[in-house]
């Protein structure tokens, strides 16, 4: 069975801090691919990177950046200088072929961030 | 791309009413989308998965004859809640992967804007 623990229920911080979110995971797959979404306010879940399970290098994109370790089962994801805008509820997940091919997701609980202005 | 609608956005009914939702992925074909619902300040409960031109695999403890979904086309999946009672108001939300992308690409789940129901 797959597993995805996001412990921080949430999290505030003052605009221009960094944050960092956490996520552990749990597979019995050998490939696997570890995502996140963000939720905004609105409700649409906004697909915000997809990592492989083969590919451990971490990844930088304008302000977001994602730690992958397969040996702590750990995709943490960082936002420097924050942002009001980055308020949201930010979900991880996990997908793997179980066999049947559909490549279900499995999300964590979900971390809501409130940047102060 | 990667775009995928659902409609109506929100939807206000009688209970006893049924109630018809549609996903569609705009700009590529899925074979498989799924159906999701949410509680507020909770995380998303996968209902069915839906695939083209076949039955949907509901998740345990989703009534299949309540919560009725049919994948049509390669575009198009709806849910249709049927007799809708005040215990089936929640956030439904649709999402659908692309399977002719490469590289890993083909599993990303990209969402609908979600339909919020209401039954009274």
């Known amino acids: 069975a797959q597993k995805v623990t996001q412990a921080q229920t949430e999290i505030s911080v003052v605009e221009k801090e960094d944050v960092t979110l956490d996520c552990v995971y749990e597979?019995?797959?050998?490939?696997?691919?570890l995502f996140w979404y963000k939720q905004p306010p609105s409700g649409e879940l906004v697909f915000l990177i997809r990592?492989?399970?083969?590919?451990?290098q971490n990844e930088i994109s304008g302000r977001y950046s994602w730690n992958f370790q397969k040996s702590t089962s750990s995709f943490n994801f960082t936002i420097t200088a924050s942002q009001v805008v980055d308020s949201a509820v930010y979900f991880c997940?996990?997908?793997?072929?179980?066999?049947?091919?559909?490549?279900?997701?499995?999300f964590g609980k979900g971390t809501k961030l409130s940047v102060i202005p | 791309g990667a775009v995928v609608s659902q409609h109506p956005s929100w939807v206000i009914c009688k209970s006893g009413t049924s109630v018809k939702i549609e996903c569609r992925s705009l700009?590529?074909?899925?074979?498989?989308m799924f159906w999701y619902r949410q509680f507020p300040k909770q995380s998303l409960m996968l209902m069915a998965t839906?695939?083209?031109?076949?039955?949907?695999?509901?998740e345990q403890g989703v009534e299949k004859d309540k919560f009725l979904i049919n994948h049509a086309s390669l575009t198009l999946s709806t849910l249709t809640v049927t007799s809708a009672h005040p215990e089936d108001s929640s956030f439904y939300i649709c999402?659908?992967?692309?399977?002719?992308?490469?590289?890993?690409?083909?599993?990303?789940?990209?969402f609908g804007p979600g339909t919020r129901l209401l039954v009274l």
């Open positions: 990592r492989n399970s083969f590919d451990e």
């Open positions: 997940a996990l997908s793997g072929d179980s066999g049947a091919g559909s490549y279900q997701l499995t």
């Open positions: 597979t019995r797959d050998t490939t696997y691919y």
């Open positions: 700009d590529f074909q899925a074979t498989t």
């Open positions: 839906s695939n083209e031109g076949s039955k949907a695999t509901y």
């Open positions: 999402s659908a992967r692309d399977p002719g992308l490469a590289g890993g690409r083909f599993v990303t789940q990209y």
